[in-house]
C-alpha cells in the first residue's frame, strides 16, 4: 500500500554517474525494506541493491554486478530512497523500479509488495 514515484533516470555516457531517487508516500507501517530492481530490453527483472532496518540499524544487499559502484541509501526525513550510481556501464542500461516490502536475508522480488514505474537510464558507450 506505499506509493513509490522514482525520477532522475536519463541519458549518460559511459564511465559517468547517475543518482535515482524514489519518492515514499502512504501506509508505511508494514514496509522495512526497499530495494532498487531493474529490467533491461530481453531480460528478467533482476535485484539491484536493498536496504532493510530494524530500529536505527541498516542493512545493505547488493548484486555482485554493482558491488563497488552502487550505494543505495535512504533519507528518512524526505521519505526518499536513493541509488547513487558511479562508473556506469552500458550493461547498466535499464528500467529501474523501486520497491517497499520486507525480508530478513537475501532480498527477492516476491518480498517486495509496493513498486514504483521505472525511470529509464541509459548508457552510451
Known amino acids: 500500500q506505499v506509493h513509490l514515484a522514482e525520477s532522475g533516470g536519463g541519458l549518460v555516457q559511459a564511465g559517468d554517474s547517475l543518482r535515482v531517487s524514489c519518492a515514499a508516500s502512504g501506509r508505511t507501517f508494514s514496509t522495512y525494506a526497499m530495494g532498487w530492481f531493474r529490467q533491461a530490453p530481453g531480460k528478467e527483472r533482476e535485484f539491484v541493491a536493498a536496504?532493510?532496518?530494524?530500529?536505527?540499524?541498516?542493512?545493505?544487499d547488493y548484486a555482485d554486478s554493482v558491488k563497488g559502484r552502487f550505494t543505495i541509501s535512504r533519507d528518512n526525513a524526505k521519505n526518499t530512497l536513493y541509488l547513487q550510481m558511479n562508473s556506469l556501464k552500458p550493461e547498466d542500461t535499464a528500467v529501474y523500479y523501486c520497491?517497499?516490502?520486507?525480508?530478513?536475508?537475501?532480498?527477492?522480488?516476491?518480498?517486495?509488495?509496493?513498486w514504483g514505474q521505472g525511470t529509464q537510464v541509459t548508457v552510451s558507450s
Open positions: 536496504i532493510r532496518w530494524t530500529g536505527n540499524t541498516y542493512y545493505y
Open positions: 520497491a517497499g516490502g520486507y525480508y530478513i536475508s537475501g532480498p527477492r522480488e516476491s518480498d517486495f509488495h509496493s
